[in-house]
């Protein structure tokens, strides 16, 4: 029997092994649709199997993983359905959030925060740095739902950050330069700063409008996703 330090260090490499797979699906290390052994991946990570198996339930539960029991894990591709389905309730909640943030009247020590993320993707686009872009495109998002004020707008979109993230990711160096989406973002906060809250919410449910379609015709095009 293992006692608690035992059972202390195995859930530390849990959630160590959840980390590093992670970080090996979004980074496109381990493909989508491609077949690992749980064998292999606990070689891949330095770590016994238990950790691994118990990394890959957890992941499972998120949507990038299919254990398959004696055939091993499988990395899933990016889903349609699943993405239209997230971006249709980012679209309505976000927008929502837009609304609200601009009828709070918050005044300009407020929105920087706002301001930084969108000259952080300004900076980011210069220097062709398609990473740094969606960090800072992150931001913005991250925080007009902050400023809305609903912490449970806050946790839905939390929830859904890490699928939107990976579908992003497997289509960051497809897309067209995005210099829309830091236009956009613009034009909300100048409607925030406005106190303008019809038209925050209007630009802001079209641009994520026009997001989710882009993405879901790069994940068509270039075959990166299931139905």
Not at 38 to 59: H, I, K, Q, W
Not at 88 to 94: G, M, P, S, V
Not at 115 to 141: G, Q
Not at 166 to 193: F, G, N, Q, W
Request: hydrophobic share 40%; net charge neutral.
């Amino acid at each position: 029997m293992s006692g608690p330090s035992g059972d202390f260090r195995e859930k530390s490499n849990s959630y160590r092994a959840v980390g590093e797979l992670r970080r090996l699906i979004f980074s496109g290390e381990l493909a989508p649709g491609s077949d690992h052994l749980e064998t292999e991946l606990a070689d891949r990570l330095g770590m016994s199997r238990t950790p691994v198996r118990e990394a890959a339930l957890m992941l499972e539960g998120q949507g990038l993983v299919e254990v398959r029991p004696r055939r091993g894990i499988r990395i899933l591709p990016v889903s349609v359905s699943d993405m239209r389905e997230i971006y249709d309730i980012l679209t309505e909640l976000e927008a929502l959030a837009a609304r609200d943030a601009a009828a709070r009247g918050y005044g300009a020590e407020d929105l920087r925060g706002l301001e930084k993320s969108i000259r952080d993707m300004a900076r980011a686009l210069e220097a062709e740095d398609r990473e740094a872009w969606a960090a800072a495109d992150d931001e913005f998002h991250c925080e007009l739902v902050r400023l809305g004020g609903n912490r449970r707008i806050g946790a839905i979109q939390a929830m859904m950050a890490d699928q939107v993230r990976r579908a992003r990711a497997m289509t960051l160096y497809i897309r067209p330069v995005p210099v829309k989406s830091r236009d956009d973002h613009e034009a909300v906060l100048a409607a925030i700063r406005a106190g303008d809250a019809e038209t925050a919410g209007r630009i802001h449910h079209a641009h994520r409008t026009h997001a989710r379609d882009m993405l879901i015709g790069l994940l068509r095009r270039h075959h990166l996703h299931q139905l």
